[in-house]
């Protein structure tokens, strides 16, 4: 918060800027005006020369833009003081009454500044990029834009969502569409009465008839555990991220359909009650 000190500081300042403007006059003018001039040719070099080193350096377009925006802001603050130092406004005034308009713009703008820092990580980092299945900030969809406060979404169910970006920045980004290959894994059951080299070779059957499946990782299909009405089985196979969910939905459908053929019950929990007819027929006899 401002200080008493910060706010005499800056009326000390304002006064003196009004005393100025009363003591001015065209030489004065003139010289204001060929400090601007040199002021305005200085900043266009100097930010031209800083973007040509930031092309060079590869960063991002948005990156780009937000650097040389603020070396501009920046530049021109400078330039400012110089000015006012002409006409005799103490540096130090200026500076206090600087830090006082900064401090209440910082403060009145911290939610968009946070969300501005978190895009400038996202551009720099470059976790994903447009065309991406993501889910991130809560979110899954593919990216459509990123910007610097806002990432812009597309959602399965066709709906655009907007994130701040000081939300993304801050939790977990999973990037589906990160590498060329993804792993589908499908879970399945099946009666203890079928053998499972059965299994196996039914489910490998649909595997290595499916055209989308890729031989290389090679698929896997083993027995992954025992309970307490079927033998439980796990399938594993790897396909080109774009054909995930095709894979996926295929792969679902098509081994009901072979188990089918082959005989093969997906069986689920139940009870067998078995009753012992000579234990029973005992048991009647004593009643």
Same mark, same amino acid.
């Given at each position: 918060?401002?200080?008493?000190?910060?706010?005499?500081?800056?009326?000390?300042?304002?006064?003196?800027?009004?005393?100025a403007v009363k003591d001015f006059s065209w030489q004065t003018?003139?010289? +204001?005006?060929? +400090?601007?001039?040199?002021?305005?040719?200085?900043?266009?070099?100097?930010?031209?020369?800083?973007?040509?080193?930031?092309?060079?350096?590869?960063?991002?377009?948005?990156?780009?833009?937000?650097?040389?925006?603020?070396?501009?802001?920046?530049?021109? +603050?400078?330039?400012?003081?110089?000015?006012?130092?002409?006409?005799?406004?103490?540096?130090?005034?200026?500076?206090?009454?600087?830090?006082?308009?900064?401090?209440?713009?910082?403060?009145?703008?911290?939610?968009?500044?946070?969300?501005? *820092?978190?895009?400038?990580?996202?551009?720099?980092?470059?976790?994903?990029?447009?065309?991406?299945?993501?889910?991130?900030?809560?979110?899954?969809?593919?990216?459509?834009?990123?910007?610097?406060?806002?990432?812009?979404?597309?959602?399965?169910?066709?709906?655009?969502?907007?994130?701040?970006?000081?939300?993304?920045?801050?939790?977990?980004?999973?990037?589906?569409?990160?590498?060329?290959?993804? @792993?589908?894994?499908?879970?399945?059951?099946?009666?203890?009465?079928?053998?499972?080299?059965?299994?196996?070779?039914?489910?490998?059957?649909?595997?290595?008839?499916?055209?989308?499946? +890729?031989?290389?990782?090679?698929?896997?299909? @083993?027995?992954?555990? $025992?309970?307490?009405s079927s033998i439980e089985y796990i399938l594993r196979v790897?396909?080109?991220?774009?054909? $995930?969910?095709?894979?996926?939905?295929?792969?679902?459908?098509?081994?009901?359909?072979?188990?089918?053929?082959?005989?093969i019950e997906m069986t689920y929990d139940h009870l067998n009650?078995?009753?012992?007819?000579?234990?029973?027929? *005992?048991?009647?006899?004593?009643?």
């Open positions: 918060m401002p200080t008493a000190v910060d706010t005499e500081t800056a009326q000390e300042t304002i006064g003196i800027i009004e005393q003018a003139a010289v +204001l005006v060929c +400090l601007l001039v040199a002021c305005v040719v200085v900043i266009r070099i100097v930010v031209t020369l800083a973007d040509r080193a930031m092309t060079q350096a590869k960063l991002d377009r948005g990156v780009r833009t937000f650097l040389r925006s603020g070396l501009k802001v920046v530049l021109w +603050l400078v330039a400012v003081c110089a000015l006012l130092g002409y006409l005799g406004v103490p540096m130090t005034s200026l500076v206090a009454l600087l830090s006082v308009l900064g401090l209440a713009v910082s403060l009145a703008i911290q939610g968009t500044l946070s969300n501005l *820092a978190g895009g400038i990580m996202l551009l720099s980092a470059h976790p994903f990029s447009a065309g991406d299945f993501v889910e991130a900030g809560g979110v899954s969809g593919t990216v459509q834009e990123v910007g610097l406060v806002y990432t812009k979404l597309d959602t399965i169910d066709n709906k655009v969502v907007y994130i701040p970006n000081g939300e993304i920045s801050g939790k977990t980004i999973t990037n589906y569409s990160g590498n060329d290959k993804r @792993r589908v894994e499908l879970k399945v059951t099946a009666s203890y009465n079928d053998a499972p080299e059965k299994v196996k070779k039914a489910m490998a059957g649909v595997v290595e008839s499916h055209p989308l499946v +890729l031989p290389d990782p090679e698929p896997m299909i @083993r027995v992954s555990g $025992y309970a307490s790897w396909c080109a991220t774009g054909d $995930y969910w095709t894979v996926y939905f295929d792969l679902t459908e098509q081994i009901k359909t072979a188990f089918d053929a082959a005989g009650v078995h009753i012992i007819g000579d234990a029973a027929q *005992a048991k009647d006899e004593r009643r």
